[in-house]
């Protein structure tokens, strides 16, 4: 059995060090399409951009070909990865036909994929619509030939007609060129429709793993028990990591101090747990105060 095109094995990512996805293991195989669902703030963005490599992983391991890597996103790139993100990545002052050259894509093989953008070949990225900007960042990545893809949002504000353009792209590069490819979507029914088999997380964890069409047909228990609403932010995991940090160090000095009472038979200490509530909130409450100083 041939090794996959993409694993992670227990790969942990964050920020500054602090984890917010937790012991990720999944996989993508050379000619199939995954999609990673799940809510806002599941930590599906950050796990994208460990893979891709613009973040360092916190713990575990990306692995490409059975091939641990440690490399930064653009040795990544060179080697056959294709990256789509949300923010397009479109020079806005280029010509279509420019940006197509400058990140490497094949201007012949980017119009047989998306015969649209023919006629804005020489309009300036900014001048393009949303669409035809997502257009050409796709066409750029799939006209390289690239072995593997990562898109991230690649519906995000368009029309149906354009996602299903879109997707129908990656599904085709897929079957045809033998392309893996990940992609992370917000919009549950199309991304399945084009796919062999999701990833739902939540909480910086995957709770399951299906085909796609399995997924189609629990599809609204899934979008019931996980789908709905907005997970926990990145932000909102960072501090209240950092509190129940605080709050063990905080009950490792009290054993201290209740301790040194025993032996000197002195009252080092009367600070209980509900002080530390009271110093946590006192101190959101300038973290809030500061922020809004920064906003104005």
Partial sequence: MSAPLLETRRLKAGYLGRAVVNKINLRVEAGEVVCLL????????????????????????????????????????????????????????????????VGGGDVDRALELFPEIESRLS??????????????????????????????????????????????????????????ALIVEQHARKALRFSDRMYLMARGQILLELSAEEALGRLDEIEEAYLRGTSETEEDHIERKRRKDKRKAWRRQRVRERELSRLSSRIISTRSTDDDDYYFDAEQQRREWAQKIRRT
């Fill in 38 to 101: 799940g809510p806002n703030g599941s930590g599906k963005t950050t796990t994208l951009q460990t893979i891709a490599g613009e973040l360092a992983p916190v713990d575990g391991v990306v692995l490409f070909d059975n091939v641990p890597t440690y490399t930064p996103m653009y040795q990544r790139v060179r080697s056959g990865v294709g990256l789509v993100t949300e923010d397009r990545l479109i020079f806005t002052k280029m010509s279509a036909r420019d940006n197509l050259r």
């Fill in 123 to 180: 309009v300036r990225g900014g001048m393009l619509s949303g669409g035809e900007q997502q257009m050409l960042a796709l066409a750029r990545a799939l006209s390289r030939r690239p072995k593997l893809l990562l898109a991230d949002e690649l519906s995000l504000g368009l029309a149906p007609k354009i996602v299903d353009r879109l997707l129908g792209a990656v599904r085709n590069a897929a079957d045809s060129g033998g392309t893996g």
